[in-house]
Each structure stands twice: as C-alpha cells, then as structure tokens.
C-alpha cells in the first residue's frame, strides 16, 4: 500500500535564503520609492478622494508590495523550499489577493464617499467614525478569528508542503496565503483607511504592526502591542485629531 506521509521539505543553503530575502526586500524598497513619488502632493487625511479606480489599483498593489514583503520573506523562503521556480508565482498570487481586496475596498469607500452624507464630516461624527474603526481593529486583535488567521500567516511550512507543483503551485499557494493574511490584517488596513490611506506616514506605521505581529518571536506579545497602539491612536483621533502627528485633518491642505 502507497504511503500518503507527507515527505520533509529541505531547507534553503544559506546563500539561496540570503539571495531571496534580499530580492524581497529589494522590491518591497522599490516599491516605497515608486509610492512615495505617486503620494508626494496628494491630501493624506482621513476620507481622502481615491481617485480614478486604475490610479488607485496600480497605487494599491505597489502599497501592498512595499507594506506587506518584508513580513513575507519566511512564507516565501517555505515555497522556495519546495521549489525556487515557485517563489515569483507565489509572491504575484500573493500581492494578486491583496489586489482584489483592494478593488472591493475602493468600492466600498467610494460608494460611502459618493453619498455625501453630511453626518460624516470630520468636524462632526467624522473622527468619532475614524476613531470608532481604529478602536474596533484594536478588540479584532483578542477575537479567535484573528488568532487562527495570524496561526496560518506565521507558519507557512504546511501550505508549501501542499502546494508544491512548480509555479502553479506557488500561485494557488500566494492566493491562499493572501486570503490568510486578509483575515489577519484586514482590521489595521481599515485602519489605515480611517487614518489616511494615501498618507505614507500611515503606511509605515501600519506596515511596522504587521510585522511585528507576523515576525516577533513573541507571538501574544505582539499581538497585544499592536492593539494597545491602535488603542491609543483611537482615543488620541476622537480626543485631540490636531494633536496627533503625521494625522492630516480633512480641509487643511485645501486651506492651505
């Protein structure tokens, strides 16, 4: 009888993990530099128009390159274990999730910014709103829906070792791994929505919270850091938005 054991995956020569660690990061740094160009200008606050959908899409995938490969670099050293002609379809099925999440979103926002509801404004529910989903990313930290996802984003190794056929296995492996990471992070992008999401400054800090939770050797420590964080910025947005920096508020650029 054939045995169905599931046979150990190799590990990486030193070089080959060095080499590919730096091509991630290589493009992750790539990435800010070509974001940084298309944000210089643009208002960074809370509300922010998002443009026309094929801007935003282009910009959204180089965020999500910038944001989210350095804290991929292990998943994608796990597939290149199982086959380094699986690396690149891995990290394109991976950065092609986040892609799509980012259409729904810009759906999502531009519909809420299209009806114009007064309601909203910054100078009246509109920071409580801000704050309202800053604090609800922060209590999606405790949830065990939170947990199993983050479970599945730092321990790679068992999705490699199930899709390991060459390219189109890393591909189906980068769009699964991205849905991971959706219900993982999907709360700190809301996040950042509510703290400007075409603000470079935001991007950073949120990108700094996904790695830390994704990377820390201290799991439940990071975790919980990363939810006193966005506790403070949610209490800081709704009790002093003007003190907080890098935070733009609404109609102070058009001012300017």
């Known amino acids: 009888m054939e045995s169905t054991a599931i046979r150990p995956i190799p590990p990486l020569p030193g070089l080959t993990r060095a080499g590919f660690t730096g091509a991630l990061l290589a493009l992750a740094a790539g990435a800010w530099v070509v974001t940084v160009e298309r944000m210089e200008g643009m208002d960074g606050g809370p509300g922010t128009a998002l443009g026309g959908v094929g801007w935003f899409m282009a910009s959204w995938a180089l965020m999500m390159a910038a944001m989210m490969l350095p804290s991929l670099v292990p998943a994608a050293l796990a597939f290149a274990r199982a086959g380094e002609r699986t690396v690149a379809a891995f990290v394109a099925g991976y950065v092609g999730a986040w892609t799509a999440a980012g259409l729904a979103g810009y759906l999502v926002f531009d519909g809420l ?28 930290q405790f949830t065990t829906a939170k947990a199993g996802w983050l479970s599945r984003c730092r321990n790679p190794l068992e999705l490699a070792r199930e899709e390991r056929s060459g390219p189109g296995g890393g591909l189906r492996g980068g769009i699964r791994h991205g849905g991971y990471c959706l219900g993982c992070c999907l709360a700190l992008m809301a996040a950042l929505f509510a703290l400007g999401v075409m603000s470079v400054a935001w991007m950073v800090v949120i990108a700094a919270l996904i ?18 964080v966005l506790v403070v910025l949610g209490v800081w947005v709704a009790a002093a938005p003007g003190d907080l920096p890098g935070l733009t508020i609404p109609g102070s650029m058009a001012m300017m």
């Not at 009806?115 to 909203?120: K, R, T, V």
């Not at 994704?214 to 939810?227: D, F």
């Open 211 to 228: 790695a830390v939770e994704r990377l820390s050797p201290w799991r439940a420590t990071g975790v919980y850091g990363v939810a006193v």
């Open 113 to 140: 910014r299209s009806l114009d509801i007064s309601f909203l404004a910054w100078d009246r529910a509109g920071r409580y709103v801000a704050a309202g989903v800053i604090l609800a990313a922060a209590v999606y």
